[in-house]
């Protein structure tokens, strides 16, 4: 498994991935996907924290593996 596949939009993992928000925000997200964790978190910050700039980079940091 190459690294640029590893978060490839097709391919499914089996440990399932979570992304948690703020604390005070409580909101949290988890896939088998990493590509998805990201694309539902980014749409989360855009909707909620129009202030916050977040890049999928940083997101992809902050992916907890269960
Ligand atoms: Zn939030």
Known sequence: MT???HW???KMDETLKQI???PECG???RSHSGAEVIELALMHVKKAHPTINV???????R???L
């Open 55 to 61: 890049s999928p980079d940083e997101l992809r940091k």
């Open 20 to 22: 948690r928000c703020r």
């Open 3 to 5: 690294k640029k596949n």
């Open 63 to 65: 992916i907890r593996t």
């Open 27 to 29: 909101f949290m997200v």
């Open 8 to 10: 490839g939009k097709n």
